[in-house]
T-cell receptor, first 109, second 115 residues
Framework: GQSLEQPSEVTAVEGAIVQINCTYQTSGFYGLSWYQQHDGGAPTFLSYNALDGLEETGRFSSFLSRSDSYGYLLLQELQMKDSASYFCATGSNTDKLIFGTGTRLQVFP | DTAVSQTPKYLVTQMGNDKSIKCEQNLGHDTMYWYKQDSKKFLKIMFSYNNKELIINETVPNRFSPKSPDKAHLNLHINSLELGDSAVYFC??????????????FGPGTRLTVL
């Protein structure tokens, strides 16, 4: 089967750095995506990793280790507006995205 | 311009009723999806269509029937609604199929409450 695991909740203060981990079991794995969802909103795409290593997009970076079936999202210089749920998702040869259980990030002043 | 739009945004109805949700995307994408997000925020794919053809039917009860009149539209009809159908339903689209690197663009969601 396919499964992804993330921590259910992470808290941090403004200006800090936080890492959200994701471990997966996915047959025919292609890549790992990250999506952000604010309360009452829709998921929005943040990043995609197909190869091992770090991808950086502004304050957000995403890492993938295919050999470890592991990835993480790194959020730097946290802002209050970063309070949201973050989902990792795996793409595979099944032509569908499987989403993780989501990590709720709360940023405190 | 809204990229992926859904109507209605909220839907409150009684058990046993039939209801429809409509979705339209103006991104020129080939693939559209329906997802269900439950109260625990678990996001699960229900269906995907590529150029109006059904690609994925994720063991959804046959009370749910998607229809894609053209590649810009994907509607969801639900018969005999049950309490467990209460959830937020998201439509999404992507340029190609979901397995690859294409970003999926989500609509604003339809919050369905079955009483």
């Amino acid at each position: 089967g396919q499964s992804l695991e993330q921590p259910s909740e992470v808290t941090a203060v403004e200006g800090a750095i936080v890492q959200i981990n994701c471990t997966y079991q996915t047959s025919g794995f292609y890549g790992l995506s990250w999506y952000q969802q604010h309360d009452g909103g829709a998921p929005t795409f943040l990043s995609y990793n197909a190869l091992d290593g770090l991808e950086e997009t502004g304050r957000f970076s995403s890492f993938l280790s295919r050999s470890d079936s592991y990835g993480y999202l790194l959020l730097q210089e946290l802002q209050m507006k970063d309070s949201a749920s973050y989902f990792c998702a795996t793409g595979s040869n099944t032509d569908k995205l499987i989403f993780g259980t989501g990590t709720r990030l709360q940023v405190f002043p | 311009d809204t990229a992926v739009s859904q109507t209605p945004k909220y839907l409150v109805t009684q058990m046993g009723n039939d209801k429809s949700i409509k979705c339209e995307q103006n991104l020129g994408h080939d693939t559209m999806y329906w997802y269900k997000q439950d109260s625990k925020k678990f996001l699960k794919i229900m269906f995907s269509y590529n150029n109006k053809e059904l690609i994925i039917n994720e063991t959804v009860p046959n009370r749910f029937s998607p229809k894609s009149p053209d590649k810009a539209h994907l509607n969801l009809h639900i018969n005999s609604l049950e309490l467990g159908d209460s959830a937020v339903y998201f439509c999404a689209s992507s340029p190609g199929l979901a397995g690859g690197p294409d970003t999926q663009y989500f609509g604003p969601g339809t919050r369905l409450t079955v009483l």
